[in-house]
């Protein structure tokens, strides 16, 4: 994660993320590394196999930080690496999305999503 970038939180079952967003229990897991730069911030913990910080050689360290990024709540080292399941495969959509700033989306988005330009 680079240039400011963020992850943190929000309850969807109790409205938007505009209305329950926090800046907080946000959860990052890597089976790799992980490298954070730019004044980038983690709003909660990064789950990861190795959770000694510094510069990443060669695989070591596992949590890389730089230019003051963060992870607020910390790390926490797994036991095992992660496995994941195989997802199901979807179909294709049929259609192009051309997404500009401040525009709503409609979903279901079956098709290719892209954003044009701005933030």
Do not use: W
């Not at 926090?22 to 490298?35: F, K, P, T």
């Not at 990861?48 to 910390?74: H, Q, W, Y």
């Not at 959509?93 to 709503?104: E, K, L, P, S």
Request: proline residues 5%; glycine residues 12%; charged residues 15%.
């Amino acid at each position: 994660m680079s240039d400011g970038a963020f992850v943190d939180s929000f309850d969807s079952s109790q409205g938007s993320y505009e209305q329950t967003k926090r800046q907080s229990q946000a959860v990052v897991g890597v089976r790799g590394n992980i490298s954070l730069s730019g004044s980038s911030t983690i709003y909660g913990r990064i789950f990861a196999l190795n959770t000694n910080v510094g510069r990443c050689r060669n695989g070591v360290p596992g949590i890389t930080l730089s230019d003051g990024s963060r992870a607020t709540e910390g790390y926490v080292r797994l036991s095992a690496t992660p496995i994941f399941p195989a997802p199901a495969a979807t179909t294709p959509g049929n259609q192009d999305y051309n997404v500009r700033a401040n525009q709503t989306l409609v979903e279901p988005l079956n098709g290719m999503l892209r954003r044009a330009g701005g933030h």
